[in-house]
């Protein structure tokens, strides 16, 4: 149930209002995402990844002890 919520949340949130027509965008999606998932399987995009993740992490402790 939460994910089909969270779903249509998303989905109900307004688009910003562009002028770029939609083909392409998802022109540029396509092309950029082969490159992002190329980066997050490298073992340099896996640091960086875990690297941000512990960020987050002490950001959401430091948060909670306030």
């Known amino acids: 149930m939460k994910t089909k ?3 249509r949340r998303y989905m109900a949130k307004k688009q910003p209002d562009t002028n770029i027509p939609q083909h392409e965008i998802e022109a540029l999606a396509r ?3 082969p490159e992002i998932q190329n980066f997050f399987e490298s073992p340099e ?3 960086e990844f875990e ?3 512990a960020q ?3 950001e ?3 948060k909670r002890s306030v």
């Open 31 to 33: 092309c950029l995402l």
């Open 45 to 47: 995009g896996k640091k």
């Open 51 to 53: 690297e941000w993740k």
């Open 5 to 7: 919520y969270r779903e």
């Open 60 to 62: 959401t402790e430091k």
């Open 56 to 58: 987050r992490a002490k």
